[in-house]
T-cell receptor, first 116, second 112 residues
């Protein structure tokens, strides 16, 4: 299993441009998440999905959109990029079935985005 | 909304000493409390977790305690080693792992 794969790893955007960060997982996890991590800071939840066709806002959703058309993929769209969106973005997945051994987040390697 | 506070933000210890990181959470519905370790430039990885029906859990040199009444939980690392140097994040979630919210992190330095 490759786990959680994110692309691209690095990207520089100009203010006002748009882009999509791709995330795919091959672990058949039902839950997927997008977090951002600013330098020296913790992880802030942007959006999450509990299954195909279902998404919801996290702590910091403004300026982003997501979709979940399949179990495997959870792309994050940035519209009209702003310098405040400069950050490292982590996609994660987890398997929740109500049992005692679920809940661990499996992270991708991260995507470093700079908006100039 | 949910909030997780973590202290201290930086912790420096001598090799062999113990390190303690403390967190508080706001949502009384939280029932799953994982701890993640993030090495420089890497992704966070789970090191230990605890559920609300347990007060303490231990795995070799690391242990976590939970006080549901006070909404406190702590990470204890004993016999610290230089390779323990990293950023540690506490987190809390409802539904056993659903919608996990993270603390701001603690940067641990272990001096040889």
């Amino acid at each position: 299993n490759a786990g959680v794969t994110q692309t691209p790893k690095f990207r520089i955007l100009k203010i006002g441009q748009s882009m999509t960060l791709q995330c795919t997982q091959d672990m058949n996890h039902n839950y997927m998440y997008w977090y951002r991590q600013d330098p020296g800071m913790g992880l802030k939840l942007i959006y999450y999905s509990v299954g195909a066709g279902i998404t919801d806002k996290g702590e910091v959703p403004n300026g982003y959109n997501v979709s979940r058309s399949t179990t495997e993929d959870f792309p994050l769209r940035l519209e009209l990029a702003a310098p405040s969106q400069t950050s490292v973005y982590f996609c994660a997945s987890s398997y929740l079935a109500g049992g005692p051994n679920t809940g661990e987040l499996f992270f991708g390697e991260g995507s470093r985005l700079t908006v100039l | 909304g949910e909030n997780v506070e973590q202290h201290p933000s930086t912790l420096s210890v001598q090799e062999g000493d113990s390190a303690v990181i403390k967190c508080t959470y706001s949502d009384s519905a939280s029932n799953y409390f994982p701890w993640y370790k993030q090495e420089l430039g890497k992704r966070p990885q789970l090191i230990i977790d605890i559920r609300s029906n347990v007060g303490e859990k231990k795995d070799q040199r690391i242990a976590v305690t939970l006080n549901k009444t006070a909404k406190h939980f702590s990470l204890h690392i004993t016999e610290t080693q230089p390779e323990d140097s990293a950023v540690y994040f506490c987190a809390a979630s409802i539904g056993g792992g659903f919608k996990t919210i993270f603390g701001a992190g603690t940067r641990l330095f272990v001096k040889a």
